[in-house]
């Protein structure tokens, strides 16, 4: 009988591994996730995790780290139009799909919902302006310089955000190494959504903004000491920090950033006058 239940449980809890042109997805009670092998930062945080001889000259790369993507999503989820991540650990897998996913994917790997998941109705912002403004100021916050078109979906014309990476790299607290970030992000063709919302600024964008770090200054030290201890990453208070001082300059971060951006955009503007006029 115990055997029976067994399977009976194990049946129920089994989801769906989908493996095309290189992406794996894994669909279980309605939810479709994408699958990603698991990676240390590019640039180790902790040197005593690295032999001496590599202390130096570490190559910066794209990567995916679940545990800082999860963190990243924890804080923004309901603040933000994006998608939930979760670690294997979350996901109740069989034994029969770890093997099948470390197959797949790799030896460790983590969860990343679909964007389609979502409908225009579930997620915080239905605007597209609206969910533009309070990503910007977010992604300011964590420090995601990634967070362009190619992460970027459509559900209803309204855009969800996925793949936080890139977030929170210890290179990138100083805001003026971040600008940097974004302009070489540019010059190689991911324009960032921080960048985007810059050069086409409005009045509007500018109280969409202001009310987004607002509602941002409200997270509570607590709730980022647990998100950081729930989400898995190395050494959690060094996170926690990086986050909490974050939001004590984002105001002025955002200023910092905005005026890198506003001689160009002013610039642009005059161009385009000028040649409506000739």
């Given at each position: 009988?115990?055997?029976k239940w067994t399977d009976i449980w194990n049946n129920?809890?089994?989801?769906?591994?989908?493996?095309?042109?290189?992406?794996?997805?894994?669909?279980?009670?309605?939810?479709?996730?994408?699958?990603?092998?698991?990676?240390?930062?590019?640039?180790?945080?902790?040197?005593?995790?690295?032999?001496?001889?590599?202390?130096?000259?570490?190559?910066?790369?794209?990567?995916?780290?679940?545990?800082?993507?999860?963190?990243?999503?924890?804080?923004?989820?309901?603040?933000?139009?994006?998608?939930?991540?979760?670690?294997?650990?979350?996901?109740?897998?069989?034994?029969?799909?770890?093997?099948?996913?470390?197959?797949?994917?790799?030896?460790?790997?983590?969860?990343?919902?679909?964007?389609?998941?979502?409908?225009?109705?579930?997620?915080?912002?239905?605007?597209?302006?609206?969910?533009?403004?309070?990503?910007?100021?977010?992604?300011?916050?964590?420090?995601?310089?990634?967070?362009?078109?190619?992460?970027?979906?459509?559900?209803?014309?309204?855009?969800?955000?996925?793949?936080?990476?890139?977030?929170?790299?210890?290179?990138?607290?100083n805001v003026y190494r971040f600008i940097m970030k974004?302009?070489?992000?540019?010059?190689?063709?991911?324009?960032?959504?921080?960048?985007?919302?810059?050069?086409?600024?409005?009045?509007?964008?500018?109280?969409?903004?202001?009310?987004?770090?607002?509602?941002?200054?409200?997270?509570?030290?607590?709730?980022?000491?647990?998100?950081?201890?729930?989400?898995?990453?190395?050494?959690?208070?060094?996170?926690?920090?990086?986050?909490?001082?974050?939001?004590?300059?984002?105001?002025?971060?955002?200023?910092?950033?905005?005026?890198?951006?506003?001689?160009?955009?002013?610039?642009?503007?005059?161009?385009?006058?000028?040649?409506?006029?000739?």
């Amino acid at each position: 009988m115990e055997d029976k239940w067994t399977d009976i449980w194990n049946n129920y809890r089994m989801g769906t591994i989908i493996a095309e042109h290189g992406i794996v997805k894994y669909v279980v009670k309605g939810a479709t996730y994408f699958v990603k092998e698991n990676f240390a930062p590019s640039v180790q945080v902790f040197k005593e995790e690295l032999p001496s001889r590599r202390w130096r000259g570490i190559p910066e790369t794209f990567f995916s780290n679940g545990p800082v993507e999860k963190l990243v999503s924890i804080l923004g989820l309901g603040r933000c139009n994006m998608v939930s991540v979760r670690l294997a650990s979350d996901m109740d897998l069989t034994p029969e799909e770890e093997e099948e996913l470390k197959r797949l994917v790799g030896p460790t790997f983590y969860f990343s919902r679909s964007a389609y998941d979502y409908t225009p109705d579930k997620l915080p912002f239905d605007d597209p302006e609206l969910a533009k403004g309070h990503q910007t100021a977010f992604d300011i916050l964590v420090r995601n310089w990634d967070d362009g078109e190619a992460n970027t979906a459509l559900v209803g014309g309204v855009p969800v955000w996925f793949d936080f990476g890139v977030s929170l790299d210890p290179r990138c607290q100083n805001v003026y190494r971040f600008i940097m970030k974004l302009e070489e992000a540019r010059r190689l063709g991911r324009v960032s959504t921080i960048v985007s919302y810059f050069m086409d600024y409005t009045r509007r964008r500018s109280q969409i903004l202001k009310r987004a770090a607002q509602s941002l200054q409200t997270i509570r030290k607590s709730e980022i000491r647990s998100a950081a201890h729930y989400s898995g990453v190395h050494i959690p208070a060094y996170f926690a920090e990086y986050i909490s001082r974050g939001l004590d300059n984002l105001v002025e971060d955002i200023d910092i950033i905005r005026g890198a951006f506003l001689r160009e955009n002013v610039e642009k503007r005059h161009a385009h006058m000028t040649h409506t006029i000739m």
